[in-house]
């Protein structure tokens, strides 16, 4: 059996345990087998980091640039071998891991383009003259989900690494395939030993070293509300304070009005809703319908969601594939049951199916006579269940939409240009989309695009946080 070992201050470490990483689609199929690290390691890997972080917060832009363009257009090269592995792993079609691959390939290659970006000003006063840089935030450790494993993973280490940050990624439980090539990608690049390092395991066995420890100085954690607040208590009881972010959960809306097209408001929702199977942080759960447009909505979704192809993600055709473990299953499950009980209708979907190979399938849910203040529409579910809150008019749903903790994105669909600049306006979310899904790849974009290509205007805001979050903004005075 060959146990893919974790990765400390540049060489792979042998493993003491191991586990299998299943593929949701075929629980037969075991994607491959990944060291289990425990807290000895943890601290290795922050110790490792630690030793690096000097000398590579002083190496040059120009140093930063090649290593992270080198990982940048490996992964575009290999997106077709490495979206497989992902799909395997998670269950997302095929068509989405490739995509998944391309687009962290294009991440590396933006926070390239940002190490060499001029300064920005600062305030000047006379005689005096200022700017203000990134520099180094210090070790940080990056807990990234089971949603999105390449892609949050690139958003996280290429800000890292852009701004001479050390690393120690721990990945998910769930999708250690993913972390561990993308490591073997960035072991090749050409950083010093200890400026990147990999820790699979369980978050119970090293989740508090790596938010205690008094060496490092950043957390970034993305996943569920309720591990939010443990990280949070955690990093905040530790000996010495640390800078944490976290992003935790959604639930958003997509707000569809009388004058929508019918046929985009549909194709919004489905891609919106159950892109991922649902399972992605910006999927649009809740479906906001004014009062005139209603019913003609539930009747076409219906009809889309009855064409949906349910199966595996490497299968042809495959729109939705598997949930990604029996936990989340059986967590859908009960929020449908949950649903029910405060009084919503499952109208349509919702039924465990049936494959070829044993796998989580479960046919994609669609929930009407929903309250805005039932906890289907409250909370995150992550599986594939979409739920139709009906309102009077568009400034009722304006406001529903905007009545939530989750805020990271929206979309609203209209033919009316002033409405769409309203809500764009009124919204709580930090990124909204007009007539476009809130979840799942650009329409029209080739999984074959190159790195020309641009992240897109709604990654910016992502990128800026990411890069917010890895650096420590330096004012720098100087006379003139």
């Known amino acids: 059996m060959t146990i893919h070992r974790n990765y400390i201050a540049g060489a792979w470490v042998e493993a003491t345990d191991a586990a299998p990483d299943l ?34 917060a002083c190496a040059t832009p120009a140093t930063r640039v090649d290593v992270l363009m080198r990982i940048a257009t490996e992964l575009v090269a290999r997106r077709a071998e490495l979206g497989r592995l992902l799909s395997r792993e998670h269950g997302k079609p095929l068509r989405d891991g490739v995509w998944e691959v391309a687009h962290a390939g294009r991440i590396f290659a933006w926070f390239a383009g940002e190490i060499v970006r001029p300064p920005g000003e600062g305030t000047a006063w006379p005689g005096v003259g200022s700017g203000r840089v990134h520099g180094p935030a210090g070790v940080v450790a990056l807990v990234t989900p089971t949603s999105c494993p390449m892609s949050v993973a690139a958003w996280k280490i290429a800000g890292a690494l852009a701004c001479g940050d050390t690393v120690v990624f721990k990945p998910a439980g769930l999708v250690p395939g993913s972390a561990w090539a993308l490591t ?7 950083l010093p030993p200890g400026v990147f390092n990999l820790v699979m395991g369980s978050a119970a066995d090293i989740g508090p070293t790596l938010l205690t420890h008094r060496d490092v100085d950043t957390v970034s954690f993305t996943g569920s509300v309720a591990t939010g607040r443990r990280v949070a208590k955690a990093a905040s009881g530790a000996s010495v304070m640390k800078a944490v972010r976290m992003d935790l959960g959604g639930n958003s809306p997509l707000v569809v009005v009388d004058d929508a097209d019918l046929e985009v408001a549909t194709a919004c929702a489905i891609t919106g809703a159950f892109h991922q199977t649902g399972q992605c942080c910006n999927a649009s759960t809740r479906l906001v319908v004014t009062e005139a447009i209603h019913d003609r909505f539930v009747r076409a979704l219906t009809e889309k969601l009855k ?11 495959t729109r939705v ?33 049936r494959r070829e190979r044993r796998g989580h399938y479960l046919q994609p849910a669609l929930l009407t006579d929903v309250d805005n203040a039932m906890r289907v529409a409250r909370e995150e579910i992550f599986g594939p269940v979409a739920c139709v809150v009906r309102v009077r008019d568009y400034e009722d749903a304006k406001a529903v939409a905007n009545d939530t903790c989750f805020r990271l994105s929206a979309g609203i669909c209209t033919t ?59 004012d720098i005075a100087y006379v003139v």
């Open 23 to 56: 593929d949701p689609s075929d629980l037969d199929d075991v994607v491959g087998d990944y060291a289990l690290a425990s807290r000895h390691e943890a601290e290795q890997a922050i110790a490792a980091a630690k030793a690096a972080l000097i000398g590579w």
């Open 184 to 190: 073997e990608i960035v072991a090749r690049a050409g």
């Open 307 to 317: 064409a949906l192809v349910v199966d595996g993600a490497l299968a042809p055709g």
């Open 321 to 353: 594939g598997p949930v990604v473990d029996r936990c989340r299953l059986e967590q859908t499950l009960r929020s449908i049951g949950l649903a029910e009980r405060e009084g919503a209708r499952l109208h349509w979907g919702g039924a465990l199916l």
């Open 416 to 474: 009316n240009p002033a409405c769409a600049r309203d809500f764009k306006r009124s919204s709580v979310a930090k990124v909204v989309r007009v007539n476009l899904p809130t979840a799942g790849a650009p329409v029209g974009i080739d999984v074959g695009v190159g790195l020309d290509v641009d992240i897109g205007a709604d990654d910016h805001v992502i990128a800026q946080e990411h890069l917010e979050l890895a650096a420590r903004q330096l």
